[in-house]
């Protein structure tokens, strides 16, 4: 098993910068793929940014450019997921959460979700 949770979601001003945590324990020694995804009002849940263990990175066309997804590991039991958000829109405006994938067995795991506003 492997828990997921999320802090640093919050109301931010259009231009400003959030930094988004997830804090995991458990069996993380079996994730293979860490990431990030949202859902904002009214729609479904999509991929913002993901992080293998080999480090490689994969970001949404909408973030590129703006959000860094990068991982701090602390020891064999627990691991970081952080996402730094700079020049937030209004159109990120979403429930922020943190996934875990494992490839084999597959199985995804999932935080509780961060509020993130944008707004003036």
């Known amino acids: 098993q492997v828990q997921l949770v999320e802090s640093g979601g919050g109301l931010v001003q259009p231009g400003g910068s959030l930094r988004l945590s997830c804090e995991a324990s458990g069996s993380i020694f079996s994730i293979n793929t860490w990431g990030w995804y949202r859902q904002p009002p009214g729609k479904e849940r999509e991929l913002v940014a993901t992080?293998?263990?080999?480090?490689?990175?994969?970001?949404?066309d909408s973030v590129k450019g703006r959000f860094t997804i990068f991982t701090i590991s602390k020891d064999n039991a627990k691991n970081t997921v952080a996402l730094q958000m700079n020049s937030l829109k209004p159109e990120d405006t979403a429930v922020y959460y943190c996934?875990?994938?494992?490839?084999?067995?597959?199985?995804?795991?999932w935080g509780q979700g961060t509020q993130v506003t944008v707004s003036s």
């Open positions: 992080i293998t263990i080999g480090g490689s990175t994969n970001y949404a």
């Open positions: 996934n875990a994938e494992k490839w084999a067995p597959a199985r995804n795991y």
